[in-house]
């Protein structure tokens, strides 16, 4: 039950694929993790709300076989602890700086001995989990990412890979671009460079690299460049993207009926 369906295939050397909800809706996220994905990636970092409006999303993925991440907004324990307790199985922190700091985000996690987090996980109760079972197996479950944006978090890529326990080395390409003095521009040559060797250079310590893009062309690519925990993208944009093709399918349809 607490296996880490995330962590087996990226041990596997297996891709994990991913989407996103960046609304705290029950129904989008049921929806999405419907898809068949292999995590959920839940963000509180760049949206309004919070544990209390995610509530029930990382539970619904879990009676779904669906790993729920979630991304707090810093590096804060008690952020951390939080997204756990409601039943994250994945703990994803942005703005990791160096091996210090991604030793800390290990701590926030995990329990004692490895770790400092509190124990008192609620999510258990929904669904009828004894704490017996779940606590000797959580930290072993806890898939842990930490997110390299900064030019700091760029040089110390190798050193915060080599961190015992940090599962995945994420890419963060508009932070990257903000960093590199390019804001706005993840296409330009020395983002694209950065991007494209990151998975070697945490390569070197075993551990795989991640990055969020939108849709399966640059998923593609993403996956080719050696990235293998990848976020495809969410539902909404891929349901717009999808509705306005339709349409504009539809309305040429309808056009060349009529015209006859």
Not at 89 to 98: E, L, R, T, Y
Request: net charge negative; proline share 6%.
């Amino acid at each position: 039950m607490f296996e880490n369906k995330v962590k087996q295939l990226l041990a596997a050397g297996k891709p994990a694929w991913g989407g996103a909800v960046i609304d705290p809706s029950l129904l989008v996220a049921k929806l999405t993790v419907g898809t068949g994905i292999d995590f959920l990636w839940i963000d509180t970092e760049h949206v309004p709300f919070g544990t209390e409006s995610v509530a029930m999303i990382p539970v619904i993925c879990r009676m779904a076989g669906c790993v729920p991440v979630m991304r707090v907004a810093g590096l804060d324990s008690n952020l951390i602890k939080k997204a756990l307790d409601i039943g994250a199985s994945g703990i994803m922190v942005p703005q990791i700086n160096n091996a210090e700091e991604a030793r800390k985000v290990v701590q926030y996690a995990k329990y004692p001995p490895q770790g400092s987090r509190g124990v008192s996980p609620t999510w258990t109760l929904y669904m009828d989990i004894p704490w017996g079972d779940y606590l000797p197996r959580a930290n072993a479950e806890t898939l842990v990412i930490v997110q390299v944006e900064s030019l700091e978090g760029i040089r110390n890529a190798e050193a915060i890979a080599e961190v015992e326990d940090v599962d995945v080395v994420f890419a963060g390409p508009a932070d990257i671009a903000a960093s590199l003095n390019c804001i706005g521009n993840t296409d330009h040559p020395s983002v694209r460079k950065v991007v494209e060797e990151l998975p070697q250079r945490v390569g070197k310590a075993g551990k795989p690299s991640g990055i969020s893009v939108g849709g399966a062309a640059d998923s593609k690519k993403a996956f080719d460049q050696g990235y293998r925990f990848i976020n495809i993208g969410h539902i909404l944009s891929q349901g717009t993207i999808g509705l306005t093709s339709s349409l504009k399918e539809l309305r040429q349809y309808a056009e060349n009926v009529l015209s006859t």
